[in-house]
C-alpha cells in the first residue's frame, strides 16, 4: 500500500531527489538542496514503510510553489505522480494558498495540464533542461 503524507523527514527526501535528479536526470548535487528546503512543507511517499517519492510545497502569502517532484523510476506510471502533486495541492489550499505553481520540465506539461495547471510565460533554462512554468488557480 501507497501512502502519502507530510513528513519531517527531510533526509529521506532529499535522498529521492539525488537519486532521481542528480543520479538519474544529471542535475548538479550543489543546487538540490537550498535555502528553501527549510522553510517548505515536504510530502513523502511510502510503499511498505519505503519512501519512493516526493514533493515540496513552500508557502509565500497566497501563493504555494510546489517543486522538486519526484518519483523513483521503478514505481512510475502508476499514477503516483499525480497522486503526489494532487496532495501537494491540497496540502497549499489548506495553508490557504489560493493559487499554485511549479516549473515543469518542458516535456512534462502535458502531465500537469491533465491535473489542472496551464503555462505561463515563456520556458527557461534550467541547467540545460528547458522549464516551464504553471500554474493552477484553487
Do not use: W
Given at each position: 500500500?501507497i501512502?502519502?503524507?507530510p ?7 532529499y535522498?529521492l531527489?539525488h ?5 538519474e ?5 550543489e543546487g538540490?538542496v ?7 512543507h ?7 514503510g519505503?519512501p519512493?517519492a516526493t ?6 502569502g497566497?501563493?504555494a510553489r ?7 523510476m521503478q514505481?512510475?506510471g502508476?499514477g503516483?505522480?499525480?497522486d503526489l502533486?494532487n496532495a501537494a495541492v ?6 490557504g494558498?489560493?493559487r ?5 520540465q ?8 491533465k491535473?489542472?495547471f496551464t ?5 527557461y533554462?534550467d541547467?540545460?533542461e528547458?522549464?516551464q ?6
Amino acid at each position: 500500500m501507497i501512502e502519502i503524507a507530510p513528513t519531517g523527514d527531510r533526509q529521506a527526501c532529499y535522498a529521492l531527489r539525488h537519486t532521481v535528479f542528480v543520479q538519474e536526470q544529471g542535475y548538479s548535487a550543489e543546487g538540490e538542496v537550498d535555502a528553501f528546503d527549510p522553510l517548505s512543507h515536504h510530502l513523502l511517499a511510502r510503499e511498505d514503510g519505503i519512501p519512493i517519492a516526493t514533493a515540496r510545497i513552500h508557502i509565500a502569502g497566497d501563493g504555494a510553489r510546489i517543486g522538486r517532484v519526484c518519483v523513483l523510476m521503478q514505481r512510475r506510471g502508476i499514477g503516483l505522480g499525480a497522486d503526489l502533486v494532487n496532495a501537494a495541492v491540497a496540502l497549499a489550499a489548506q495553508q490557504g494558498a489560493t493559487r499554485v505553481s511549479l516549473g515543469a520540465q518542458v516535456h512534462a506539461t502535458g502531465f500537469y495540464e491533465k491535473l489542472g495547471f496551464t503555462a505561463t510565460g515563456a520556458p527557461y533554462d534550467d541547467e540545460g533542461e528547458p522549464h516551464q512554468t504553471m500554474e493552477r488557480i484553487l
